[in-house]
């Protein structure tokens, strides 16, 4: 597990301020990947339901080319991965003005429904 940015976990409670909700079916060994953009610094809040696990990263858009070209992104590059086996998976990341990329890996045996929300988290 590798953390690159400040986060901390987030109670069961119902998630408020949902400002992006979708979902898919992903294939195993199969990602999911999303674009996000932040306008301003932000603690951004993230949930992911499903039933298999899942690896999932959060990169900056600088490691796009890096990936694209075959190479390993640096670790400024990479905001969170995490293998997520206890599922609902839910944290708050703070977040610099930029875009970055959500990659969710379907690590199960079978296809899966994911569903992501982002939300603003409550004061």
């Given at each position: ?40 610094p932000a603690k951004i809040g ?66 899966v429904d994911i569903t992501m ?7």
């Amino acid at each position: 597990m590798l953390f690159c940015g400040i986060l901390s976990a987030v109670d069961d409670a119902t998630v408020k301020y949902v400002f992006d909700q979708t979902k898919k079916g992903i294939l195993p060994e199969q990602e999911w990947n999303r674009e996000l953009n932040v306008k301003n610094p932000a603690k951004i809040g993230i949930l992911i339901e499903c039933e298999n696990p899942v690896v999932v990263t959060l990169i900056k858009d600088s490691a796009i080319p890096k990936i694209q070209a075959g190479q390993a992104p640096g670790k400024a590059d990479v905001v969170l991965t995490e293998d997520v086996v206890k599922l609902p998976y839910k944290r708050e990341i703070d977040l610099a003005a930029g875009k970055y990329w959500f990659i969710i890996l379907n690590n199960g045996k079978g296809t899966v429904d994911i569903t992501m929300k982002w939300y603003k988290p409550s004061p």
